[in-house]
């Protein structure tokens, strides 16, 4: 019989082997959006400092985030669960672990690459997405 945990470990415990997780490792900072976003989320930074591990900041809240990544054509697929953050409200003002608001546990993503591997687009839905400029 699994424990509930099995099944968060045994999601991020396979997927893209660590060559194809490498394109994403490093700093990306916030480019741009296709839609209205308040100021302070366009200081954003997402770090993927590990084949499993994003440290990063919406411009408000930092969190440590485990992920793990699928390598599609033409992209990521990926899954993250937040680990920990500081706290703070969120960009939009949202308290992070406020009882009525309901943050889902795992998240889903969709991440494509530029051809040169500079822009990173995270597609937060399908019609929803930042994108990131990798830090030299």
């Not at 660590?18 to 839609?35: I, P, R, V």
């Not at 366009?42 to 990063?56: N, T």
């Not at 992209?75 to 969120?90: F, M």
Request: net charge neutral; proline share 5%; with cysteine.
């Amino acid at each position: 019989m699994n424990k509930p945990g099995m099944l968060i470990l045994s999601i991020f415990g396979f997927m893209a082997p660590a060559g194809a997780q490498s394109d994403l490792l490093g700093k990306w900072t916030f480019h741009s959006a296709n839609h209205v976003i308040p100021q302070k989320c366009a200081e954003s930074y997402l770090e993927f400092v590990s084949p499993s591990r994003i440290m990063g900041s919406d411009g408000s809240r930092s969190a440590t985030i485990a992920y793990s990544a699928e390598k599609i054509e033409p992209g990521y697929n990926l899954i993250t669960e937040k680990i920990s953050d500081d706290g703070r409200p969120d960009c939009r003002g949202n308290l992070s672990g406020k009882p009525d608001v309901n943050e889902e546990k795992l998240g889903f993503f969709f991440i494509s690459l530029s051809e040169d591997k500079q822009y990173m687009k995270f597609y937060f839905s399908a019609d929803l997405y930042y994108i990131y400029q990798r830090v030299k």
